[in-house]
């Protein structure tokens, strides 16, 4: 097993707890957020999708320009871009960048209203059969040595082919999301990582059986990544101390919001359901605001069904131990990002991301030696 540490990044500076105040792309920012990233030891960033977000393709470029060794990891919504032209566009951006360091995520789409922002009225069980033919012609695209033909439900391609091919045997990573019906089906058959949200240890155990399963199924096996946002602090009462903080300004700038502030970070408030993910956590919150010792769900009982929300309490050590639980059920990919997203990579570099990798080599280590 190996360990990757992944970032997020964004194009102006802001979170749950901080005010949007800067432009919305401010390219200075992106070539500080990434270089912190590199810093601070992170293996890659993740640039997110919405419908009116800035395009994840640049900001990627940006990214990879703006370092040396840092990977980035795109979003990607399939029905809206062939997956020809992405595999090009993948293979384009990997060999510009130096091989090695790009992979994407496909994200079915959750939010039927942000789909229809972009022209996208389909139902959302079509949308992972639709995901799995786009990731099937992407994989085909970037590998097929001779022009392939596609007959399927959503895509059909006749002759199709790429000159460009990714840079390394690496290839294009896939990553995938979701737990909604049919999208275990889906990531277990097509993904190389499948990305989880930050539940309690039970429920996570849980997911990574199913798609396990799911995937032996198919005589694949695939990687797990966890996605949490850890608050870290020189003593447990002040990590604890900071989380209340971060609560309390997150629930300032939904006050904000709900009196005409524009410039809040807070969600728009939901008009349909939500995803089973997002639906998922908020269960948990309503259980407790805290899981297993340290997982705590006050910001996602606070704002809602809006994604990664969950955050592990404690010391550097606490914390790292409390992520490298996860890494004993099998997660070997973690993203993490901040309520201080600049300031938080920075802090994180000093002790939490040297001791989630000495405690993932000391676990490597005692596990060689049962073996032998």
Known sequence: MSIEILGMIATTAGSESKKLD????????????????????????????SASSPDGFAVAAAALHSTERLKVLIAHRPGFVAPTLVARKLA?????????????????????????RDGDFSAKGDRY??????????????????????????YRV??????????????????????????VEVGAAYAD???????????????????????????REVEFSLS?????????D??????????????????ARETGNTLSFAPPKRTEPSSVSADLLQQHARAADVHDERLWLGITRLTGPSGNSTAPVGTPAQ????????????????????????????DWGDELIPALRDGARLRDEARVQRVA
Do not use: C, N
């Not at 790429?162 to 896939?174: H, N, R, Y």
């Open 22 to 49: 800067g432009p919305i792309v401010d390219p200075s920012y992106v070539r500080e957020f990434s270089r912190a990233h590199e810093d601070a030891g992170f293996d890659r960033v993740l640039i997110g999708y």
């Open 92 to 116: 384009t951006l990997d060999h510009l960048s130096g091989g090695g360091r790009v992979a994407i995520h496909h994200i079915s789409g959750g939010s039927d209203e942000d789909q229809r």
């Open 238 to 255: 002040e990590a604890w101390a900071k989380a209340q903080r971060i609560y309390d300004e997150t629930a300032a700038l939904i006050a």
């Open 319 to 346: 914390v790292a131990e409390a992520l490298l639980k996860y890494y004993d059920l099998g997660v070997t990919h973690f993203l993490i990002r901040g309520f201080d997203p600049l300031g938080d990579v920075i």
């Open 228 to 236: 949490t946002r850890p608050i870290i602090a020189a003593t447990e």
């Open 158 to 183: 006749e002759g199709g082919y790429s000159a460009v091919k990714p840079a390394t045997d690496e290839g294009i990573p896939i990553f995938f999301g979701g737990l909604s019906e049919g999208a």
């Open 129 to 154: 059969r639709r995901t799995g033919e786009f990731i099937d012609v992407l994989r085909r695209t970037l590998s097929s040595e001779e022009p392939f033909d596609y007959d399927g439900e959503f």
């Open 193 to 219: 990582v499948y990305m989880l949200f930050g539940e309690p240890l039970d429920a996570v155990a849980e997911r990574i059986q199913a798609v396990r399963a799911a995937a032996a199924a198919q005589g």
